[in-house]
């Protein structure tokens, strides 16, 4: 692959050296070592030394140089010439792209207030702490992640809100479980999420007991003591009944209980009627399963809950969250060795700037009053509700929202119902995308901004999130054609602005950061590579828990005060078998979509040959059974759809999926196609399906990914691509118009 000439004077002609740093092709965080010649990466490797990943690299980490050094990125700022999505771009200098960012800002304040802007970014990024700090700036309450729904962030607040702190899994202190419950979630692919993969295959190695709560058969599944294979999107049944059990069979750490927990009578009493009776034709999953899982449960200590966001895709969000924090608390697996634990935190607070911005300005977030745990009262990351900004967007209600500022999203392919997401980003007024590649959400901008590879960047990584227990210096290494960093071009569009906050530079916040708690700052780091600082157990045993009575809050006081329910309850999923039987008519099957695979990281690497040689296509899983009512086989194209679209993958037969269940695959597009500049986004995409229509979940405003209802029909896959039918005011070129099947 072509290297390109590294043009930063400040790296170039260097004697070849090596750099400590952390990988962050995914969320990130592992040590490496980058091997750097007089101006070009010449390899990169784990680094032995660090605790995190002791010297592995996972595929995507692997495949790092073909990220940085790869022909399709972006190389210079853009400037949009045709119509919006007509595919035709101008070069730019930065100083005119910089120069047009600071007028539309300046002219959507003073038009309709700084509200107007929405600020927009991804998944974890290193420059993640940065965007809401930029909103927050330059005046607007309304950013948004897909994850502050959606991912992670109702497991952050509940957890707050529960314990005081999101409790994390912790292997970097070598006190492993004796049981480990894997609950949608499959870190052996998804590991990427705070590198936690390798940590958990070494605890698989001292073979603990194992529970999975998992719609499909995976590698963990089938090797599980119990593997519950429940109807996705009833969870929080799942999770009741086996409170039920412990309560019922008096297999809560009593002690533990008495002493920190607050409201266990409370939960007591709400969890009687929630039986594994009861649960059963629910979630599928056996009374006597649903027992043997619970006692196992209670009986073998330490363990871990291994959480993922498969929990989160769901109105009923928060309510499961909430109900699985309870498990570990009251059977007392909470900061003991080889239990749920808290980090250390030896880093203050990001420096977010909420407590900069007035609080009539605060309460104007799209979201406020709706979603108080979201965007409101009780959140800990504020952001906006992402439904209700697209509302405002598209209609001006309840007031107008024209100018938009993607940091690393491609909102096409990971936002719900996308076709949705297309109308609504096409009616802004002006849409700046940061971005590395061409991405379909990039081809439908005004301004594109080229952006570093995270071996071009200075960050501060602590991990796991949340818990901090390594902090990392991710060192820029290296310099792309004109492509800057997200957080300097941030910086810079601040100063241009002249705005009070917001102007410091990223090495210098990392800086003051570090020197508040620690003895170094960010120089040292650097030569360091990482910092671990002693960890410690039982912590609450000094203050006890950061929430108002101090003790674990089954009962949340917070929460009643704000006028949610203080106790987790069931709630059906929205379009189900059972709360829309007149649509489970038409679409009979239950949808999941975007387990995770090992080769790609959202949307991401499907222009990287050596990841996607291992699945050059979209694929989707359906029971023998299943595939047989259809007449296809493994390799035929199906066309999933729902009441929203439609998508076509091709089948890939799987004993391990209930007959009733569908697995579709999300993130796809096809960067190679580069005649389009739709460049396929609409024809495997996986969010075609989605929705971002209420019911949303009360607390965190999440909307619906996973638990749909759809159908499945064999198609030809030689017909031309469905594509969405636009409203022709929007001018666009996006393509032919084309029914299929
Ligand atoms: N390689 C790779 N790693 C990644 C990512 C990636 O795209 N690629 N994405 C990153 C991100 S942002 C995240 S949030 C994490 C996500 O990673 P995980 O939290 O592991 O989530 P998923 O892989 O989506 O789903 C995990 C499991 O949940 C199951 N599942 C589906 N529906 C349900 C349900 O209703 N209930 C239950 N109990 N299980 C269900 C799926 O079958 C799957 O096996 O991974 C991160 N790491
Ligand atoms: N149907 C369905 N949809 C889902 C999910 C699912 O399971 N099913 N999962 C959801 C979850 S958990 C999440 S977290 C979201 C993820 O959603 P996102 O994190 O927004 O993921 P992508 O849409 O792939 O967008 C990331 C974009 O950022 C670019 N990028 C990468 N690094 C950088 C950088 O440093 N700077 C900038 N400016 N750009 C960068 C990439 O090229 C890519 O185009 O998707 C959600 N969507
Ligand atoms: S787990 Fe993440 S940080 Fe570690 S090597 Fe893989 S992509 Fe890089
Ligand atoms: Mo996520």
């Not at 719609?215 to 929080?236: F, Y």
């Amino acid at each position: 692959m072509d290297k390109f000439v590294n043009s930063n004077d400040d790296l170039a002609e260097q004697e070849p050296r090596s750099y400590k740093s952390a990988c962050r092709m995914c969320h990130g965080g592992c040590g490496v070592l980058i091997h750097v010649d007089d101006r070009n990466i010449t390899k990169i490797e784990g680094d032995p030394s660090n605790p995190m990943n002791k010297g592995k690299l996972c595929p995507l980490g692997a495949a790092s140089l073909e990220q940085i050094y790869n022909p399709r990125r972006l190389k210079y700022p853009m400037r949009r010439v045709g119509a919006r999505g007509e595919g035709r771009w101008k070069r730019i200098s930065w100083d005119e792209a910089y120069d047009e960012m600071v007028n539309k800002i300046r002219q959507a304040t003073e038009k309709d207030g700084a509200e107007s802007i929405w600020v927009g970014t991804g998944t974890g990024r290193h420059h993640f702490p940065f965007v809401s700090r930029f909103a927050n700036a330059i005046g607007t309450p309304n950013w948004c992640e897909p994850g502050t729904a959606q991912c992670f962030r109702p497991r952050v607040h509940g957890s707050i809100i529960t314990m005081g702190q999101l409790p994390i899994c912790t292997y970097t202190n070598e006190v492993y479980p004796e049981l480990i419950i894997f609950w949608g979630h499959n870190p052996i692919y998804s590991g990427p999420d705070g590198e936690l993969g390798f940590g958990v295959k070494e605890a698989l190695a001292r073979k603990p007991a194992t529970i999975v709560v998992d719609p499909r058969e995976t590698w963990l599944a089938k090797r599980a003591d119990i593997w519950l294979q429940l109807r996705p999107g009833t969870d929080d049944a799942l999770a009741l009944a086996m409170l039920n059990v412990i309560i019922g069979e008096e297999l809560e750490d009593k002690e533990f209980v008495a002493k920190w927990c607050h409201g266990f009578e409370d939960l007591a009493e709400r969890v009687k009627v929630y039986t594994p009776e009861w649960a059963e034709p629910i979630t599928w999953v056996t009374a006597e399963n649903i027992r043997k899982a619970a006692r196992l449960f209670a009986k073998i200590k330490p363990s871990m809950m291994e959480w993922g966001c498969a929990i989160e895709h769901t109105p009923a969000c928060f309510q499961t969250v909430r109900a699985l924090l309870c498990l570990p608390s009251i059977t007392g697996n909470i900061d003991q060795p080889g239990s749920w634990s808290f980090g250390m935190l030896p880093l203050p607070p990001f420096p977010q700037l909420f407590d900069k911005m007035p609080m009539d300005q605060q309460k104007k977030r799209l979201g406020y009053d709706d979603f108080k745990v979201l965007s409101g009262e009780l959140a800990q990351l504020p952001s906006a509700h992402i439904p209700t900004i697209f509302n405002a967007i598209r209609t001006s209600k309840p007031y107008p929202v024209r100018t938009g500022f993607i940091f690393g999203n491609n909102a096409l392919s990971t936002y719900g119902d996308v076709k949705t997401v297309f109308e609504t980003l096409m009616a802004l007024d002006y849409l700046v995308v940061a971005e590395l590649y061409m991405t379909p959400t990039a081809e439908i901008a005004d301004l594109i901004l080229p952006v570093a590879t995270w071996a071009e960047v200075d960050a501060l990584p602590a991990v796991p999130f949340y818990g901090q227990n390594v902090i990392m210096a991710q060192q820029k290494t290296f310099q792309y054609a004109e492509c800057k960093q997200d957080e300097d071009i941030m910086v810079e569009i601040c100063r241009r602005l002249g705005t009070e906050h917001g102007q410091e530079s990223p090495q210098e916040i990392y800086d003051s950061m570090l020197r508040s708690k620690l003895d170094f700052g960010w120089e040292e780091l650097k030569q360091m590579g990482f910092y671990e600082p002693e960890f410690k157990w039982q912590k609450y045993k000094e203050n006890g828990f950061d929430t108002p009575t101090r003790k674990i809050e089954l009962y949340s006081t917070r929460l009643l005060e704000l006028g949610y329910d203080p106790l987790p309850y069931y709630e059906e999923p929205p379009e189900s078998p059972y709360s829309t039987p007149e649509l489970a008519h038409d679409f009979p099957l239950i949808l999941i979509t975007g387990a995770r695979l090992p080769m790609f990281f959202q949307s991401e690497y499907r222009q990287l040959p050596k990841l996607r040689k291992g699945r050059p296509e979209p694929e989707c899983e359906l029971h023998p059974e299943t595939a047989a009512d259809l007449g296809v086989v493994t390799g035929d194209w199906v066309s999933i759809e729902t009441k929203r679209g439609k998508c076509r993958q091709k089948v890939k037969i799987f004993e391990g999926i209930d007959p009733r269940v569908v697995h579709v695959q999300h993130g796809w597009w096809f960067p190679e196609e580069e005649n389009s500049p739709d460049h396929g986004i609409w024809r495997s995409n996986a969010n075609t399906l989605t929705s971002m229509d209420p019911p949303y979940c009360s607390a965190m405003g999440t909307y619906q990914l996973r638990a749909l209802l759809c159908r499945v029909v064999k198609v030809d896959g030689s017909e031309k691509p469905w594509q969405p039918t636009f409203p022709s005011r929007y001018n666009t070129n996006i393509g032919e118009i084309q029914e299929w099947s």
